[in-house]
């Protein structure tokens, strides 16, 4: 049974900090990684994919694979207000379709 | 480029009532995914379809049967509605082939409630 596993949270921080979202997942082959935001009463959106370890940045947001460790995060600086929503990581396995996902942090970012 | 679209946004229905969620997509992918959510218990998997003309179960599939239509639409029915089904219903799509996955893009979801 592959895992994926996030703290439910709520993770609060305050407005212009950083915002760390932890992913630990289960398979070790698992190969593609994806972090995607979703509002509430809004469906799931892209935000960032990696698949080699490291670091992958965009703008305010930074993806960070360790595979050796089976972990991914999610860094968000100067996180807004507008940031606060559930975030779930997603890990895929090459050969299988379906991507297993975590349940998601809630991240409230308080002004 | 509308991406993933799925209908209708909304439904009420009664209890043994069938209908259809519909999905389209227009990213030329190859496999599609029905989705639901429900507070607390994340997105769990109902059905994909990995590519045209091929369907398969996923973790909750009971209750339900889909069709792929073709490579672009993939619909999900709901033979006699449970007030267990009240769910929001996500569709989504994505491309993969031997080891590469691509992310899934997600349509709106439907809101569907039974009484």
């Known amino acids: 049974q592959k895992e994926v596993e996030q703290n439910s949270g709520p993770l609060s921080v305050p407005e212009g900090a950083i915002a760390s979202l932890n992913c630990t997942y289960s398979d070790r082959g698992s190969q593609s990684f994806f972090w995607y935001r979703q509002y509430s009463g809004k469906s799931p959106e892209l935000i960032m994919s990696?698949?080699?370890?490291g670091d992958k940045e965009d703008g305010r947001f930074t993806a960070q694979l360790n595979k050796a460790s089976q972990y991914v995060s999610l860094l968000i600086r100067d996180s807004q207000p507008s940031d606060s929503a559930t975030y779930l990581c997603?890990?895929?396995?090459?050969?299988?379709?379906?991507?297993?996902f975590g349940r998601g942090t809630s991240l409230i970012v308080h002004p | 480029n509308a991406g993933v679209t799925q209908t209708p946004k909304f439904q009420v229905l009664k209890t043994g009532q069938s209908m259809t969620l519909q999905c389209a997509q227009d990213?030329?992918?190859?496999?599609m995914y029905w989705y639901r959510q429900d507070p607390g218990m994340g997105l769990r998997l109902i059905y994909y379809s990995a590519s045209e003309g091929t369907t398969d179960k996923g973790e909750v599939p009971n209750g339900y049967n889909v069709s792929r239509l073709n490579k672009r639409e993939f619909s999900l029915r709901l033979e006699s509605a449970a007030p267990s089904q009240t769910s929001v219903y996500f569709c989504?799509?994505?491309?993969?082939?031997?080891?590469?996955?691509?992310?899934?893009?997600f349509g709106d979801g439907t809101r569907l409630s039974i009484l």
């Open positions: 997603a890990v895929a396995t090459g050969g299988s379709y379906i991507p297993t």
């Open positions: 990696i698949y080699s370890n």
């Open positions: 989504a799509s994505s491309f993969v082939r031997g080891q590469g996955h691509q992310p899934q893009h």
């Open positions: 990213m030329n992918h190859n496999s």
